[in-house]
């Protein structure tokens, strides 16, 4: 034990005085970056950058003075949106951009010219251009495009890298931009705490001194779980030799946790090949259609002993068959994974930026046709993952991805990425609409990036009494991603119906 905790003094040292070298070479003053959100910021290639991409479209039209006005009340209170990013050898850090412009950041822009009726497909044109666009890496890594005039109002879409912040970060930022919404809690002055994923020494340390395994269950620390304890029980038993039965009982069911959930990732085989898999180009498609009314969806759940997401699972499972049979492909017995992002951010902290989140593995049953057979195998396979360790587990496998050289995080994240067909979202948003600059926002859709290979984006945004589903594909993969737009609200009216044909009490 001696050597051990000596070994890790030696290691943290170590640690210090890469990173004093570091800021000293480059003379920089600023905060470190995490580690998950180093691994995002590397992630970038040409077929897929690591930018969230959103648009509000609101009526009526609001200006750009105003606009302007409103990001440097609200949006610049986060320091992080005035700081650009310095990356070197030990990974990167957030550093005080000197020169900012807010100019640089919020333009305007516009659309091409399409005939009366087809607005929305040039705004979805420009939104697929935005995504494979890069941002400037000398300047803060976001900006807003502001169309002035648009169906009667406008239309804001939004770019912001994924190493400042994650979807529920994001809609926490968003809630202080709209009207009414509050400004983020001051940050304490002084010295910085250091905890989780900030301490980078404790990255570097585990790094030197422990197998990889132990390093992803360090990395759930960070995520607040109430499992940890039981894992830190696992890392050093000695600690609940007092703790009796019941906390011998816990570290078995909690090893045998881990080691199952470790193997299901390890061994996850490929989902079945179809034409959304493949080799991405550098262009991108966009498409989505009008909401759903949620409370439908809920009374479909609720007849079928279903939740809300396994009705709207089945129905994404159900559209991406018809799309392929469309294309004369076959889909029985096929079945595709989605990786699905979960929240490890607790409530409290969700006005915090940076990366706090874990990804499912979530298999559809795209092969299975009966509509009702289809939601109930998805409840089954989303029964499996309640209580799972694999998002807390893939959260860890970023962060040791933040830590180590480019070439080989790519041969890493590769390994999900050519398991995975899609990367699939599904968000709560305000149930009420919500007003921005005294114009109400009457859409508001975003989608997250895919990594690797991955070709398919679904996003699944809950909205003031709607539900909204949005598409970004890879235009070689898939370019008409309208078609599988248009098969979401069919299925859900074939599930309604069938439901209400079913027998009464069964």
């Not at 941002?135 to 890298?161: C, T």
């Not at 860890?396 to 699939?424: E, R, W």
Request: glycine fraction near 10%; aromatic fraction near 6%; charged fraction near 25%.
């Amino acid at each position: 034990m001696v050597t051990r905790i000596n070994a890790r003094k030696v290691a943290r040292q170590v640690g210090d005085n890469v990173k004093d070298a570091v800021s000293g070479t480059l003379g920089l003053s600023g905060e470190r970056m995490g580690k998950v959100d180093t691994a995002w910021l590397r992630m970038d290639s040409p077929s897929n950058l690591m930018m969230i991409v959103g648009v509000w479209v609101l009526k009526p039209a609001i200006r750009y003075a105003d606009l302007c006005q409103r990001i440097e009340e609200r949006l610049l209170k986060y320091p992080r949106f005035m700081q650009r990013v310095v990356q070197d050898a030990a990974g990167a850090t957030w550093v005080r951009d000197a020169d900012f412009d807010i100019e640089r950041h919020v333009v305007t822009d516009t659309l091409k010219r399409k005939p009366k009726g087809r607005e929305q497909e040039a705004l979805q044109d420009r939104l697929a251009e935005l995504a494979v666009t890069p941002l400037d890496k000398d300047r803060p890594l976001w900006q807003f495009h502001l169309i002035e005039n648009y169906q009667g109002g406008s239309a804001m879409m939004v770019r912001i890298h994924h190493c400042i912040a994650d979807g529920i970060a994001l809609i926490g930022v968003t809630q202080s931009l709209v009207d009414g919404g509050t400004a983020p809690p001051e940050r304490k002055r002084g010295k910085p705490h250091r905890e989780g994923l900030e301490a980078a020494e404790d990255w570097i340390t585990d790094t030197l001194i422990k197998p990889f395994t132990d390093v992803a269950v360090k990395a759930l620390d960070s995520a607040g779980s109430g499992a940890v304890s039981a894992l830190d029980m696992l890392m050093e038993p000695q600690k609940s030799m007092d703790k009796g039965l019941a906390g011998s009982a816990d570290m078995a069911r909690m090893a045998y946790q881990v080691v199952r959930d470790a193997a299901a990732l390890a061994l996850m085989p490929d989902d079945s090949h179809t034409r959304l898999k493949g080799t991405p180009g550098n262009t991108k498609r966009v498409a989505w259609c009008g909401p759903i009314p949620l409370d439908e969806v809920k009374a479909v759940g609720k007849a079928l002993n279903c939740s809300i997401n396994d009705v709207l699972l089945s129905c994404v499972a159900g559209a991406i068959a018809n799309y392929l049979r469309g294309h004369g492909d076959s889909v029985t017995g096929k079945e595709i994974r989605a990786m699905v992002p979960v929240n490890l951010r607790p409530a409290e902290q969700t006005y915090k930026l940076g990366n706090r989140f874990g990804l499912a593995p979530v298999v559809l049953p795209i092969g299975l046709d009966n509509p009702v057979e289809r939601v109930y195998e998805v409840r089954r396979r989303m029964g499996q993952l309640k209580g799972s360790m694999q998002p807390l587990m893939a959260f860890g496998l970023l962060a040791v991805a933040g830590l180590l050289i480019k070439p080989a995080q790519d041969a890493m994240l590769n390994l999900f990425s050519k398991k995975t067909t899609a990367v699939m979202t599904n968000v709560p948003g305000p149930r009420e609409k919500v007003k921005f600059l005294g114009a109400t926002v009457e859409q508001n859709l975003f989608w997250v990036p895919q990594s690797g290979t991955v070709g398919l984006g679904v996003s699944i945004l809950s909205y003031a009494g709607g539900v909204q589903f949005g598409v970004i594909t890879d235009g070689t993969l898939c370019p008409d991603p309208q078609k599988i737009i248009d098969g979401f609200e069919p299925e859900f009216a074939k599930l309604s119906l069938v439901t209400l044909m079913l027998p009464w009490g069964e």
